[in-house]
């Protein structure tokens, strides 16, 4: 969900350390700040050696290997800052962050524990709730790390970012309600942050499919409202692919086979395009092209559960065109046996009413026939008019 390498203070409130003037350090602030972590390791270094007793240089020193991807060097590093200062909040936070990348979440959540959380900056909250929440989960107390994010979105509502990490994990914990509106407020909060955007119209589509019924058709239509935006600001395969998806949800057939045009101008080798195309076609009723379509994703399809997806609708569409034979050759080529016995005794069925009504025909042939018959003979058998 998130990476801890960048969970990261704003530089004013990171750097905020007072500092005697000591050789290296000012260089080595700069060297941070312009990203040139190898510089700011070497003047940290000097720092650290000429003031072993300072926890502000071990600070900044463990911050840089944490960039450098040197997390566990930057968790002894940092053990020694806090060390010699353990009431100090941003060497607390930083050492949670370090124990994280070196993979060792459950001492991250023992120290953030001891953590007062409410002599926290605003900045330094939502930075602490980020790491606990890794922590939590990371150590397997997901169901903490859950409730954790929940107060800290329901305390703080207008920062995107806490909704937006809130309610992914809400989204991963199946409780689609609670990730529907905390990710609607996170795009609405950052509407030009296309994951945020992208992951509020996953969960959308994903609470329409849940949720079933005409219900569905709104919620459908909220995320194709949303798709097109990000549409807009970004058009990738993805976004198209998506917005094709909620418009299909929504019954916008027309508009979803047109995204599906779009997603396959930009991959031609995907085969998804074309068969949500085809179901589409197949709703409009356009049924010879939704043959074609699903025919082209079966020639793109890499994978055997692709391809039976593609061959089950296309046995539907063919049992539309009643087209029996081959929606039965279609079914069983998808592995849906059962809807290849339907289509077969359908189609005998339908051989018997055939018979049947030809059958009828030819028994209403015969019986005009004889009734001209009898009219003919009748006329017949009628004596001509005396003089």
């Keep these: 969900?998130?990476?801890?390498?960048?969970?990261?203070?704003?530089?004013?409130?990171?750097?905020?350390?007072?500092?005697?003037?000591?050789?290296?350090?000012?260089?080595?602030?700069?060297?941070?700040?312009?990203?040139?972590?190898?510089?700011?390791?070497?003047?940290?270094?000097?720092?650290?050696?000429?003031?072993?007793?300072?926890?502000?240089?071990?600070?900044?020193?463990?911050?840089?290997?944490?960039?450098?991807?040197?997390?566990?060097?930057?968790?002894?590093?940092?053990?020694?800052?806090?060390?010699?200062?353990?009431?100090?909040?941003?060497?607390?936070?930083?050492?949670?962050?370090?124990?994280?990348?070196?993979?060792?979440?459950?001492?991250?959540?023992?120290?953030?524990?001891?953590?007062?959380?409410?002599?926290?900056?605003?900045?330094?909250?939502?930075?602490?709730?980020?790491?606990?929440?890794?922590?939590?989960?990371?150590?397997?107390?997901?169901?903490?790390?859950?409730?954790?994010?929940?107060?800290?979105?329901?305390?703080?509502?207008?920062?995107?970012?806490l909704q937006y990490q809130y309610g992914a994990m809400a989204l991963n914990a199946n409780d689609v309600a609670a990730a529907v509106s905390a990710l609607e407020k996170a795009a609405r909060l950052a509407p030009n942050d296309p994951a945020k955007v992208k992951l509020y119209v996953r969960a959308l589509v994903r609470q329409a499919r849940e949720t079933g019924g005409a219900a569905n058709d709104s919620i459908y239509a909220r995320a194709a409202e949303s798709a097109r935006g990000l549409v807009a600001k970004e058009s990738s395969f993805d976004n198209y692919l998506l917005l094709g998806e909620t418009q299909l949800g929504a019954k916008q057939y027309e508009a979803a086979v047109a995204s599906f045009k779009q997603a396959e101008a930009i991959n031609l080798a995907d085969w998804l395009p074309h068969f949500y195309a085809g179901q589409a076609l197949t709703q409009l009723g356009r049924y010879a092209e939704a043959e074609a379509a699903l025919k082209k994703g079966l020639g793109e399809a890499k994978r055997a559960d692709e391809k039976a997806r593609l061959w089950r609708q296309l046995g539907f569409v063919y049992e539309k065109m009643k087209n029996f034979e081959q929606a039965k050759a279609a079914y069983q080529n998808g592995g849906d046996s059962a809807a290849a016995e339907r289509v077969a005794s359908n189609a005998e069925i339908a051989k018997h009413n055939a018979q049947a009504d030809e059958e009828a025909r030819k028994l209403e042939e015969i019986k005009r026939a004889q009734e001209e018959l009898k009219k003919t003979l009748q006329q017949q058998a009628t004596p001509p008019p005396r003089d």
Excluded: C
């Design 1 to 161: 969900m998130f990476h801890p390498r960048f969970l990261v203070l704003s530089l004013a409130g990171a750097l905020a350390v007072t500092a005697p003037a000591f050789a290296g350090w000012e260089q080595g602030v700069a060297a941070f700040k312009a990203k040139n972590y190898a510089q700011a390791a070497r003047e940290f270094e000097a720092v650290v050696a000429e003031r072993p007793d300072w926890s502000g240089g071990y600070l900044m020193l463990g911050r840089t290997q944490m960039q450098q991807d040197r997390a566990s060097e930057a968790v002894a590093t940092l053990r020694k800052g806090y060390d010699l200062d353990p009431s100090d909040l941003q060497i607390q936070l930083y050492l949670a962050q370090a124990y994280l990348g070196a993979n060792r979440a459950s001492d991250a959540a023992a120290l953030l524990g001891k953590v007062n959380a409410a002599s926290l900056a605003k900045e330094q909250q939502t930075f602490f709730q980020q790491l606990q929440a890794k922590a939590l989960v990371e150590s397997g107390q997901g169901d903490r790390a859950l409730a954790a994010l929940a107060k800290a979105a329901a305390a703080d509502p207008g920062d995107a970012n």
